[in-house]
């Protein structure tokens, strides 16, 4: 008699077939569903609390589904398809899971009816290729100016705890910004040349813009000078310390005259940190390691203004804007490895001191500075320009502007629904699913706005038929079918084919797998 053969360890689970396929899409779906209500400038915020307690209020995708700490493997797809989405173009985060989701609803619809998972691969893949041309044809043909450009940030902003008061004052910021340390093309855009820098203690409103760097750092020494100007800076990878043996070594000291000889060494060694500073005409130091108490002191008798443990990140970030090399030795030290800026100054905020670094010679650096009633208050605040920060960049440098509202998937849908006509075999299904999935979107921002869905859905088909372009365009305390380029609502194209391809690329992965093997 033939005896069973076992090739999985012991506990393993399985889970094949329609099954399989069945729990991997309700994960998705349940996912999808958690952050549909936070899509549009209506949408509401979630309140997530970790096992710490600690609170995190928000109503961007990325970071809900991050917080969430969700465990399902097909589940977790979604939200590597947000956190895509958040790394490519920074903003879209919540289209992209909402249309997942919605993909995969109709794939188990189309499923139910005997469509083999193959077809509907296929047929998504073919939608998602017309998709990718319907964006393309919504391009504006529009100058990225200024105002069109605060237009892209304040449609990211809207809805994301800035307030509505706010919201352009805040848009003006970022786009300025953006424009100082972008506006050559030739030069690379570095995102850390766009840096954002938060305080509780004030208003929103109270944001200002820093033609510089804003550090969180303070002076070694009390005695420092609280301000610099027109300073000469440099920034040292090095420990301005006593050095020490690369080995292991004993010294036996037997007289007073050897510990007074080695304490003389020391302090000579000590002393010529500053001294070779002062020489080279330094005002500043930023130090991305140690600075001994004894050197702060000499510094600080020197005139010279330091800190230390400054982040890499910083480090950076002062070293394009000053100009200034990052060293690794005070020897041989020229003025081409120093950087200049028009001031340094140490300002207080409540109990905490920050240091302003403002009028970088070498290039351009801009921090927004925020401030915010609360640290929740603050922290969304900082989620919502870094978004704006990113699709601004993205419709300078990739592509161009569309229709925001709900104006391009309404496009998307009947350019899906027109060549599926053209398709042959049960293809043709799941082409015009896709379109069905898409037109979810403008179907959510509707009743996030407090619109009848299906009323809204008809109005805005209607509407595209006749005009060319429709969007949900949210109004006060409602919403109306209108057009969004009229009303300033714009989004850039990146935003839109990155949440296509990725929710594509996501859904058919999810709907094609049909063996589900766990170990225990």
Do not use: W
């Given at each position: 008699m033939q005896q069973p053969l076992y090739i999985l360890a012991e506990g393993t689970s399985r889970t094949r077939g329609r099954s399989a396929q069945d729990s991997n899409i309700?994960?998705?779906?349940?996912?999808?569903?958690?952050?549909?209500?936070?899509l549009g400038?209506?949408?509401?915020?979630?309140?997530?609390?970790?096992?710490?307690?600690?609170?995190?209020?928000t109503n961007d995708g990325a970071t809900i589904l991050e917080k969430m700490d969700i465990e399902h493997p097909a589940a977790q797809m979604i939200v590597e398809v947000s956190q895509t989405q958040e790394e490519e173009v920074g903003d879209g985060t919540?289209?992209?899971?909402?249309?997942?989701?919605?993909?995969?609803?109709?794939?188990?619809?189309?499923?139910?009816?005997?469509?083999?998972?193959?077809?509907?691969?296929?047929?998504?893949?073919?939608?998602?290729?017309?998709?990718?041309d319907a964006v393309d044809d919504m391009l504006l043909d529009v100058d990225l100016d200024d105002d069109l450009l605060q237009k892209v940030a304040e449609s990211s902003m809207t809805g994301k705890g800035t307030g509505d008061i706010t919201a352009d004052v805040l848009a003006k910021h970022v786009v300025?910004?953006?424009?100082?340390?972008?506006?050559?093309?030739?030069?690379?855009?570095?995102?850390?040349?766009?840096?954002?820098m938060t305080r509780t203690g004030a208003s929103s409103s109270a944001t200002e813009l820093v033609e510089g760097v804003v550090l969180d750092k303070e002076p070694v020494n009390e005695n420092m000078p609280r301000a610099v100007e027109d300073a000469t800076v440099a920034v040292?990878?090095?420990?301005?310390?006593?050095?020490?043996?690369?080995?292991?070594?004993?010294?036996?000291?037997?007289?007073?005259?050897?510990?007074?000889?080695?304490?003389?060494?020391?302090?000579?060694?000590?002393?010529?940190?500053?001294?070779?500073?002062k020489d080279a005409g330094v005002d500043v130091v930023f130090c991305t390691k140690s600075?001994?108490?004894?050197?702060?002191?000499?510094?600080?008798?020197?005139?010279?203004?330091?800190?230390?443990?400054?982040?890499?990140?910083?480090?950076?970030?002062?070293?394009?804007?000053?100009?200034?090399?990052?060293?690794?030795?005070?020897?041989?030290?020229?003025?081409?490895?120093?950087?200049?800026v028009d001031s340094v100054s140490i300002r207080k905020f409540g109990d905490d001191e920050l240091t302003f670094v403002e009028g970088g010679a070498a290039s351009k650096s801009v921090t927004l500075f925020l401030r915010g009633g609360?640290?929740?208050?603050?922290?969304?605040?900082?989620?919502?320009?870094?978004?704006?920060?990113?699709?601004?960049?993205?419709?300078?440098?990739?592509?161009?502007?569309?229709?925001?509202?709900?104006?391009?998937?309404?496009?998307?849908?009947?350019?899906?629904?027109?060549?599926?006509?053209?398709?042959?075999?049960?293809?043709?299904?799941?082409?015009?699913?896709?379109a069905d999935a898409v037109e979810a979107l403008p179907r959510t921002l509707a009743e996030n706005t407090g619109m009848d869905p299906i009323d809204a859905l008809v109005d805005l088909r209607a509407r595209y038929e006749n005009?060319?372009?429709?969007?949900?365009?949210?109004?006060?305390?409602?919403?109306?079918?209108?057009?969004?380029?009229?009303?300033?609502?714009?989004?850039?194209?990146?935003?839109?084919?990155?949440?296509?391809?990725?929710?594509?690329?996501?859904?058919?992965m999810i709907v094609r797998i049909d063996d589900v093997i766990a170990a225990k």
């Open positions: 309700r994960a998705g779906k349940a996912v999808a569903e958690a952050v549909r209500t936070t400038p209506r949408g509401m915020d979630k309140m997530l609390v970790d096992s710490s307690g600690d609170v995190v209020i919540t289209t992209a899971a909402v249309l997942t989701g919605e993909l995969l609803a109709h794939a188990e619809d189309l499923l139910d009816s005997d469509l083999h998972p193959t077809v509907i691969v296929e047929g998504y893949t073919e939608a998602a290729r017309i998709a990718q300025k910004g953006v424009r100082m340390v972008h506006e050559d093309a030739d030069r690379k855009f570095h995102r850390e040349d766009v840096r954002v040292l990878d090095m420990k301005l310390d006593v050095r020490k043996s690369e080995v292991d070594t004993e010294y036996n000291i037997t007289s007073v005259d050897q510990l007074t000889a080695a304490i003389d060494a020391e302090d000579r060694e000590l002393r010529g940190y500053s001294k070779a500073l600075i001994d108490d004894r050197v702060a002191g000499f510094l600080a008798d020197a005139g010279i203004l330091a800190f230390k443990s400054v982040k890499k990140s910083d480090a950076r970030a002062l070293a394009r804007a000053t100009g200034a090399k990052r060293l690794g030795s005070l020897s041989d030290v020229e003025q081409s490895d120093l950087g200049h609360t640290a929740h208050v603050v922290d969304e605040l900082e989620r919502a320009i870094n978004d704006s920060i990113d699709v601004v960049v993205a419709a300078i440098d990739m592509g161009g502007v569309v229709p925001g509202a709900g104006a391009t998937e309404i496009a998307i849908a009947d350019r899906i629904r027109s060549e599926a006509a053209g398709i042959e075999g049960r293809k043709q299904l799941a082409v015009e699913a896709y005009e060319g372009i429709a969007g949900i365009i949210s109004t006060g305390r409602a919403g109306e079918i209108g057009d969004p380029v009229e009303h300033g609502v714009i989004d850039p194209v990146a935003v839109k084919r990155e949440a296509i391809e990725s929710a594509t690329e996501a859904a058919t």
